[in-house]
C-alpha cells in the first residue's frame, strides 16, 4: 500500500485528521490532505490513484473537481457529503464518481469500499503497463517492479530510494525544493536537509556515469533538483 497515493479533500480538519490516521493504520502512507479546492488544483498534477471528495467546500465543489479531476485521470473517485437525498447521490455519479458515503460514516465500510475500488483500478492500471515504466536518455524505472535498469545492469530498488526516484520520474523536468522532496517521499513537514542530501548523492551513485558531475538529476543552486530525461551532450 504504500505505493498508492491517496488525495483526500475535506475542508473539516477533524474529519480529515480522521480520514488520515484511518487510512495509515490499513498501511496506506501516501496521503494528501486538501482543505481547499485551490489547494488541490495545485498538486493534480501528482499521479494519485484514489480520490475522497467532499462536495461542499469553502472556495468551490467536489463536484467541479471531479470534472477537473475525470480531464486527466480515471482514478477512483468518492464523495464524502452530508446530502443523503437520491437526487443528490445521482448528481455525483453523473458527475465522474465511483461510490457515495454520507456523513456520519463507518470508517470500516469507508475502507472496505476503499478498497475494492481501488483495487479494481489497479488491476486495470497494471494492464496498461506503459503506466508503470518510466524511460528516458539515462535509465529505465519500472515501477511496479520497483526495478532500475541503467545499460545492462538491473537492480531492485527498495524504501526511500524507491519513492524518492518515483516522485523525481513523475515530476521530470520541474524544480523541486528540498522541502518539497523531503515532505513528499518522507511524509513529514518538519524538513532534514542533510538526509534529502545524503539520499540524493546516493541515487546519482546509480543512475549517473560521472555522479560528480550529474547530467540527469542536477542541482538547481538555491532551490533544489531537477530529473532531466535528455542526454545532451
Known sequence: ?????IAVLEDEVAIAQMIEIILKKEGFTNIDIFHT???MKQKLNRPYDFFLLDIML???SGLEMAQQIREGS???IFFLTAKTTDADKLIGFM????????????PLELVARLKVQLTRYLKQHRKNGANDIYKNDFFTFNYAAAELTVGDITELMTGRLYHLLKYLCENEGQVLSKEQIYERVWGDTYFDDNTVMVHIRKLREKIEKNPGKPKCLVTVR????KLVGEDNI
Open 74 to 76: 480515471e482514478a477512483p
Open 95 to 106: 458527475n465522474g464518481a465511483d461510490d457515495y458515503i454520507t456523513k456520519p460514516f463507518n
Open 37 to 39: 479546492c485551490e489547494e
Open 222 to 225: 538555491g532551490i533544489g533538483y
Open 1 to 5: 500500500m504504500d505505493t498508492v497515493n
Open 58 to 60: 469553502p472556495d468551490g
